[in-house]
């Protein structure tokens, strides 16, 4: 029963450059949430999605950040032109569904670096 | 809106000792979770605990052990006898018990350190 996967685990991109990271939930869910934890601090909530739908994304930087989860596939969220400050770790989680009585469900996480 | 505060950024304790992480929420909801997880140097999240604010009962897991007070809007947890495999970051965290999402609000973290 395989958990939540993310990959790639390690990625790193110069500055002006494109991230792409993956998220895969666990079998059978399709509530998908990404937080991002930077260096020395707590997590964070970016974007909350269900297949094919964001459902909240109030904790989404307004540019060069994008997420999506499509009908069939990972969820991806993409930062366009990075720069140092998007260096982080980010961590996605999923659930069975979208209220508070289904436990998230972490991904290992992506830790990005921006030279 | 939520905050969760962790006003320990770092502790430090010798093996065996016994140590409680500090952790005190805000929110406007009355039905909530809460939770612990576990960040060891690896990287991952561990979940260590899940506790709905309906149930008060203190809770204990082995050397692990929450205290939940509602009336303080405080959720500690000890960890007894502490060992080295305990030293990590520690994050409490807040989601709302509703149809809109269960997004987590989380504490800046305790790192424990347990020294031999």
């Known amino acids: 029963n395989a958990g939540v996967m993310q990959n790639p685990r390690h990625l790193v991109r110069r500055r002006g450059q494109e991230a792409r990271l993956r998220c895969s939930p666990m079998?059978?869910?399709?509530?998908v949430y990404w937080y991002r934890q930077l260096p020395e601090e707590g997590l964070k909530f970016m974007v909350y999605?269900?297949?094919?739908?964001?459902?909240?994304e109030s904790g989404m930087p307004k540019e060069r950040f994008s997420a999506e989860f499509p009908k069939e596939g990972p969820s991806i969220l993409r930062i366009q032109q990075v720069v140092r400050g998007d260096s982080a770790a980010y961590f996605c989680a999923s659930s069975l569904a979208g209220t508070g009585a289904y436990e998230q469900y972490f991904g290992p996480g992506t830790r990005l670096t921006v030279t | 809106a939520q905050k969760v505060t962790q006003a320990q950024t770092e502790i430090s304790v010798v093996e065996k000792e016994d140590v409680t992480l500090d952790c005190v929420y805000e929110t406007r909801d009355t039905t909530y979770y809460l939770f612990w997880y576990k960040q060891p140097p690896s990287g991952e999240l561990v979940f260590l605990i899940r506790?709905?604010?309906?149930?008060?009962q203190n809770e204990i897991s082995g050397r692990y052990s929450w205290n939940f007070q509602k009336s303080t809007s405080s959720f500690n947890f000890t960890i007894t006898a502490s060992q080295v495999v305990d030293s990590a970051v520690y994050f409490c965290a807040l989601s709302p018990l509703n149809n809109a999402g269960n997004m987590l609000t989380f504490g800046g973290g305790t790192r424990l350190m347990v020294k031999p």
């Open positions: 506790r709905n604010s309906f149930d008060e």
């Open positions: 999605l269900q297949k094919e739908n964001i459902i909240d």
């Open positions: 079998k059978g869910h399709s509530h």
